[in-house]
Protein backbone atom coordinates (compact mmCIF):
# COMPACT_ATOMS: atom_id res chain seq x y z
CA UNK A 1 0.00 0.00 0.00
CA UNK A 2 1.18 3.32 -0.65
CA UNK A 3 -0.46 6.64 0.78
CA UNK A 4 0.63 10.42 0.15
CA UNK A 5 -0.70 13.06 3.06
CA UNK A 6 -0.84 16.51 2.04
CA UNK A 7 2.88 16.03 0.21
CA UNK A 8 4.08 18.99 -1.00
CA UNK A 9 8.16 19.30 -2.79
CA UNK A 10 10.18 22.01 -3.56
CA UNK A 11 13.05 21.79 -5.24
CA UNK A 12 16.48 23.10 -3.87
CA UNK A 13 16.25 25.95 -5.94
CA UNK A 14 13.02 26.82 -4.94
CA UNK A 15 10.56 25.85 -7.15
CA UNK A 16 7.33 23.73 -6.06
CA UNK A 17 7.10 20.80 -8.10
CA UNK A 18 4.31 18.69 -5.78
CA UNK A 19 1.48 20.42 -4.13
CA UNK A 20 -1.33 18.88 -1.52
CA UNK A 21 -1.37 15.37 -3.20
CA UNK A 22 -3.41 13.35 -1.26
CA UNK A 23 -2.92 9.58 -2.53
CA UNK A 24 -3.52 6.19 -1.97
CA UNK A 25 -2.33 3.03 -4.37
CA UNK A 26 -3.63 -0.38 -3.16
CA UNK A 27 -1.17 -2.98 -3.31
CA UNK A 28 -1.79 -5.17 -6.98
CA UNK A 29 -3.33 -1.90 -8.38
CA UNK A 30 -2.29 -0.94 -12.11
CA UNK A 31 -2.04 3.18 -12.61
CA UNK A 32 -0.82 5.08 -14.78
CA UNK A 33 0.24 8.81 -14.09
CA UNK A 34 0.00 11.04 -16.80
CA UNK A 35 -0.27 15.15 -17.61
CA UNK A 36 1.63 17.50 -19.41
CA UNK A 37 5.64 18.02 -19.55
CA UNK A 38 6.81 19.38 -15.63
CA UNK A 39 3.44 18.34 -14.17
CA UNK A 40 5.34 16.52 -11.46
CA UNK A 41 4.98 12.63 -12.34
CA UNK A 42 8.53 12.13 -12.47
CA UNK A 43 8.98 14.02 -9.00
CA UNK A 44 5.81 11.98 -7.29
CA UNK A 45 7.83 8.70 -8.79
CA UNK A 46 10.96 9.83 -7.10
CA UNK A 47 8.88 9.90 -3.41
CA UNK A 48 8.68 5.83 -3.52
CA UNK A 49 11.49 5.03 -3.12
CA UNK A 50 12.93 7.70 -0.97
CA UNK A 51 14.84 9.46 -3.65
CA UNK A 52 12.67 12.26 -2.61
CA UNK A 53 11.36 13.30 0.52
CA UNK A 54 8.91 15.44 0.71
CA UNK A 55 9.28 18.97 1.92
CA UNK A 56 5.91 18.74 4.01
CA UNK A 57 3.42 16.15 4.44
CA UNK A 58 4.06 12.18 4.52
CA UNK A 59 4.49 9.18 2.05
CA UNK A 60 3.97 5.94 3.46
CA UNK A 61 5.26 2.76 1.48
CA UNK A 62 4.03 -0.73 2.84
CA UNK A 63 3.63 1.04 6.50
CA UNK A 64 7.64 2.68 6.19
CA UNK A 65 7.51 6.23 6.32
CA UNK A 66 9.78 7.36 3.62
CA UNK A 67 11.41 10.34 5.91
CA UNK A 68 12.47 7.44 8.17
CA UNK A 69 14.30 4.64 5.85
CA UNK A 70 16.95 4.54 3.08
CA UNK A 71 16.55 4.14 -0.62
CA UNK A 72 18.59 1.41 -0.28
CA UNK A 73 16.13 0.12 1.73
CA UNK A 74 12.91 0.92 -0.02
CA UNK A 75 14.51 -0.05 -3.22
CA UNK A 76 13.78 -3.71 -2.29
CA UNK A 77 10.39 -2.94 -2.32
CA UNK A 78 10.01 -0.49 -5.17
CA UNK A 79 12.04 -0.59 -8.21
CA UNK A 80 11.94 2.53 -10.49
CA UNK A 81 12.71 2.35 -13.85
CA UNK A 82 13.82 5.64 -14.60
CA UNK A 83 12.85 7.44 -18.06
CA UNK A 84 16.28 8.56 -18.90
CA UNK A 85 17.91 4.78 -18.39
CA UNK A 86 21.24 5.48 -18.84
CA UNK A 87 20.78 7.38 -15.50
CA UNK A 88 20.67 3.75 -14.18
CA UNK A 89 24.32 2.61 -15.79
CA UNK A 90 27.71 2.38 -14.66
CA UNK A 91 28.73 -0.83 -14.93
CA UNK A 92 31.16 -2.40 -17.88
CA UNK A 93 28.71 -5.04 -19.01
CA UNK A 94 25.09 -5.65 -19.49
CA UNK A 95 25.31 -8.57 -17.03
CA UNK A 96 27.22 -6.90 -14.38
CA UNK A 97 24.40 -3.93 -14.16
CA UNK A 98 21.95 -6.49 -13.83
CA UNK A 99 23.77 -8.54 -11.05
CA UNK A 100 24.73 -5.12 -9.13
CA UNK A 101 21.36 -5.05 -7.35
CA UNK A 102 21.35 -8.69 -6.22
CA UNK A 103 24.56 -8.80 -5.01
CA UNK A 104 23.64 -5.52 -3.29
CA UNK A 105 20.70 -7.08 -1.75
CA UNK A 106 22.97 -10.13 -0.93
CA UNK A 107 21.57 -12.93 -3.45
CA UNK A 108 23.41 -16.06 -3.39
CA UNK A 109 25.73 -16.83 -6.43
CA UNK A 110 23.27 -19.44 -7.83
CA UNK A 111 20.26 -17.31 -7.57
CA UNK A 112 21.97 -14.00 -8.99
CA UNK A 113 22.94 -16.30 -12.57
CA UNK A 114 19.69 -17.37 -12.78
CA UNK A 115 17.75 -14.25 -12.37
CA UNK A 116 20.21 -12.48 -14.63
CA UNK A 117 19.73 -15.20 -17.34
CA UNK A 118 15.68 -15.07 -16.85
CA UNK A 119 15.83 -11.23 -17.13
CA UNK A 120 18.38 -11.32 -20.35
CA UNK A 121 16.01 -13.91 -21.89
CA UNK A 122 12.43 -12.25 -20.78
CA UNK A 123 14.06 -8.90 -22.34
CA UNK A 124 15.83 -10.58 -25.53
CA UNK A 125 18.98 -8.70 -24.66
CA UNK A 126 20.58 -12.63 -24.49
CA UNK A 127 22.87 -11.43 -27.27
CA UNK A 128 24.23 -8.06 -25.56
CA UNK A 129 25.27 -9.41 -22.17
CA UNK A 130 29.14 -8.76 -22.49
CA UNK A 131 28.44 -5.76 -24.72
CA UNK A 132 28.68 -1.92 -22.65
CA UNK A 133 25.13 -0.48 -21.50
CA UNK A 134 26.28 2.70 -23.28
CA UNK A 135 26.35 1.17 -26.43
CA UNK A 136 22.84 0.11 -27.04
CA UNK A 137 20.05 1.81 -28.71
CA UNK A 138 17.85 3.86 -27.27
CA UNK A 139 14.87 1.13 -27.33
CA UNK A 140 17.40 -1.97 -25.77
CA UNK A 141 18.45 0.57 -23.20
CA UNK A 142 15.15 1.16 -21.86
CA UNK A 143 14.37 -2.83 -22.26
CA UNK A 144 17.96 -2.87 -19.88
CA UNK A 145 16.49 -0.92 -17.27
CA UNK A 146 13.49 -3.02 -16.67
CA UNK A 147 15.41 -5.82 -17.01
CA UNK A 148 17.34 -5.05 -13.73
CA UNK A 149 14.70 -4.26 -11.81
CA UNK A 150 12.53 -7.31 -12.75
CA UNK A 151 15.55 -9.24 -11.68
CA UNK A 152 15.18 -8.64 -8.05
CA UNK A 153 11.25 -8.42 -8.67
CA UNK A 154 10.45 -5.74 -6.03
CA UNK A 155 6.19 -5.35 -5.11
CA UNK A 156 6.01 -2.65 -6.47
CA UNK A 157 7.27 -1.51 -10.21
CA UNK A 158 7.15 2.15 -11.17
CA UNK A 159 8.39 2.68 -14.98
CA UNK A 160 8.38 6.46 -15.83
CA UNK A 161 7.95 6.66 -20.03
CA UNK A 162 8.70 2.96 -20.78
CA UNK A 163 7.71 3.15 -24.37
CA UNK A 164 9.89 6.43 -25.89
CA UNK A 165 11.72 4.91 -28.27
CA UNK A 166 10.17 1.47 -28.26
CA UNK A 167 8.89 0.15 -31.74
CA UNK A 168 5.44 -1.12 -31.97
CA UNK A 169 6.68 -5.10 -31.23
CA UNK A 170 8.55 -3.63 -28.26
CA UNK A 171 5.33 -1.86 -26.83
CA UNK A 172 3.00 -5.17 -27.36
CA UNK A 173 5.50 -6.74 -25.00
CA UNK A 174 5.66 -3.92 -22.87
CA UNK A 175 1.97 -4.30 -22.50
CA UNK A 176 2.59 -7.94 -22.15
CA UNK A 177 5.40 -7.69 -19.58
CA UNK A 178 2.83 -5.38 -17.42
CA UNK A 179 -0.09 -7.17 -17.52
CA UNK A 180 2.13 -10.41 -16.26
CA UNK A 181 3.73 -8.50 -13.56
CA UNK A 182 0.39 -6.85 -12.20
CA UNK A 183 -1.51 -10.61 -12.62
CA UNK A 184 1.29 -12.00 -10.77
CA UNK A 185 0.32 -9.66 -7.92
CA UNK A 186 2.52 -6.54 -8.29
CA UNK A 187 2.06 -3.03 -8.45
CA UNK A 188 2.62 -1.07 -11.16
CA UNK A 189 2.37 2.58 -11.66
CA UNK A 190 3.46 3.60 -15.36
CA UNK A 191 3.96 7.42 -16.15
CA UNK A 192 3.20 8.25 -19.90
CA UNK A 193 2.40 10.83 -22.14
CA UNK A 194 1.38 7.55 -24.69
CA UNK A 195 -2.37 7.74 -24.57
CA UNK A 196 -2.69 4.59 -27.10
CA UNK A 197 -0.44 2.54 -24.27
CA UNK A 198 -2.67 3.67 -21.89
CA UNK A 199 -5.93 2.84 -23.81
CA UNK A 200 -4.61 -0.29 -24.10
CA UNK A 201 -3.58 -1.24 -20.44
CA UNK A 202 -6.85 0.23 -19.30
CA UNK A 203 -5.43 1.18 -15.70
CA UNK A 204 -6.97 3.38 -12.93
CA UNK A 205 -5.26 7.05 -14.15
CA UNK A 206 -4.30 9.78 -12.23
CA UNK A 207 -4.36 12.94 -13.84
CA UNK A 208 -1.63 15.39 -13.10
CA UNK A 209 -0.95 19.75 -13.98
CA UNK A 210 1.30 22.05 -12.33
CA UNK A 211 2.16 20.08 -9.38
CA UNK A 212 -1.65 18.81 -8.61
CA UNK A 213 -3.65 15.81 -9.10
CA UNK A 214 -6.70 16.77 -11.34
CA UNK A 215 -7.71 13.79 -11.58
CA UNK A 216 -8.39 10.16 -10.42
CA UNK A 217 -10.71 7.81 -11.88
CA UNK A 218 -10.60 4.77 -14.75
CA UNK A 219 -9.57 5.18 -18.19
CA UNK A 220 -12.97 4.85 -19.76
CA UNK A 221 -13.55 8.27 -18.00
CA UNK A 222 -10.56 9.61 -17.79
CA UNK A 223 -9.66 9.08 -21.77
CA UNK A 224 -13.45 10.15 -22.86
CA UNK A 225 -13.26 13.78 -20.86
CA UNK A 226 -11.92 15.29 -24.08
CA UNK A 227 -11.59 19.27 -22.67
CA UNK A 228 -9.36 17.40 -19.13
CA UNK A 229 -6.96 15.85 -21.41
CA UNK A 230 -7.05 19.24 -23.45
CA UNK A 231 -6.06 21.09 -20.79
CA UNK A 232 -3.26 18.16 -19.46
CA UNK A 233 -2.50 18.33 -23.28
CA UNK A 234 -2.95 14.97 -24.27
CA UNK A 235 -4.21 14.01 -27.30
CA UNK A 236 -7.30 12.01 -26.88
CA UNK A 237 -6.76 8.11 -28.30
CA UNK A 238 -7.58 7.67 -31.73
CA UNK A 239 -10.77 5.93 -30.98
CA UNK A 240 -12.06 8.38 -29.04
CA UNK A 241 -11.50 11.24 -31.53
CA UNK A 242 -13.31 8.77 -33.80
CA UNK A 243 -16.32 8.34 -31.44
CA UNK A 244 -16.81 11.83 -30.33
CA UNK A 245 -16.99 12.81 -34.51
CA UNK A 246 -20.08 9.75 -34.88
CA UNK A 247 -21.83 11.73 -32.37
CA UNK A 248 -24.40 12.92 -35.35
CA UNK A 249 -25.33 9.08 -35.15
CA UNK A 250 -25.83 8.55 -31.37
CA UNK A 251 -22.67 7.36 -30.30
CA UNK A 252 -20.87 8.40 -27.04
CA UNK A 253 -17.33 9.03 -26.66
CA UNK A 254 -15.44 5.37 -25.91
CA UNK A 255 -13.10 3.34 -25.73
CA UNK A 256 -12.97 0.75 -27.65
CA UNK A 257 -11.86 -1.39 -30.57
CA UNK A 258 -12.10 -0.76 -34.57
CA UNK A 259 -14.12 -3.61 -35.49
CA UNK A 260 -16.68 -3.30 -32.86
CA UNK A 261 -16.85 0.37 -33.68
CA UNK A 262 -17.35 -0.28 -37.25
CA UNK A 263 -20.36 -2.65 -36.11
CA UNK A 264 -22.02 -0.07 -34.23
CA UNK A 265 -21.68 2.07 -37.33
CA UNK A 266 -23.42 -0.32 -39.57
CA UNK A 267 -25.76 -1.07 -37.06
CA UNK A 268 -27.01 3.14 -36.04
CA UNK A 269 -27.11 3.37 -40.16
CA UNK A 270 -29.70 0.60 -40.83
N1 LIG B 1 16.26 19.09 -9.94
C1 LIG B 1 15.34 20.01 -10.19
N2 LIG B 1 15.47 21.26 -9.72
C2 LIG B 1 14.53 22.21 -9.95
N3 LIG B 1 13.39 21.98 -10.63
C3 LIG B 1 13.21 20.75 -11.10
C4 LIG B 1 14.16 19.70 -10.91
N4 LIG B 1 13.69 18.58 -11.51
C5 LIG B 1 12.50 18.91 -12.04
N5 LIG B 1 12.21 20.21 -11.79
C6 LIG B 1 10.98 20.92 -12.20
O1 LIG B 1 9.87 20.33 -11.55
C7 LIG B 1 8.75 20.26 -12.41
C8 LIG B 1 8.25 18.84 -12.47
O2 LIG B 1 9.22 18.04 -13.13
P1 LIG B 1 8.98 16.51 -13.41
O3 LIG B 1 10.23 15.98 -13.98
O4 LIG B 1 8.44 15.87 -12.20
O5 LIG B 1 7.82 16.59 -14.52
P2 LIG B 1 7.17 15.42 -15.40
O6 LIG B 1 5.70 15.49 -15.18
O7 LIG B 1 7.84 14.15 -15.13
O8 LIG B 1 7.47 15.96 -16.87
P3 LIG B 1 7.84 15.14 -18.22
O9 LIG B 1 6.53 14.74 -18.81
O10 LIG B 1 8.52 16.19 -19.05
O11 LIG B 1 8.73 14.00 -17.87
C9 LIG B 1 9.22 20.81 -13.75
O12 LIG B 1 8.76 22.13 -13.90
C10 LIG B 1 10.73 20.77 -13.67
O13 LIG B 1 11.30 21.79 -14.42
MG1 LIG C 1 8.98 12.90 -16.23
Not at 53 to 67: A, E, F, L, W
Not at 144 to 165: M, N, Q, R
Request: hydrophobic residues 40%.
Amino acid sequence: MIIFENVEYTYPNGFKALSSINLEIKDGELVALMGENGAGKTTLLKHLNGLLKPSSGRVIVNGVDTRHATVASLSRDVGIVFQNAEDMFFSPTVWEEISFALHNFGYQEEVIKKRVGWALKFMELEDYRDKSPFLLSGGEKKRLALAIVLAWSPKIVALDEPTVGQDVLQKEKMIQIIRQANQQGKTIIISSHDVEFIADLQPRIILMSKGKIIKDGYAEEVLTDLSLLKECRLIPPQMVSLTYELGFLGIKPHLGQPEDIALEIIRRLR
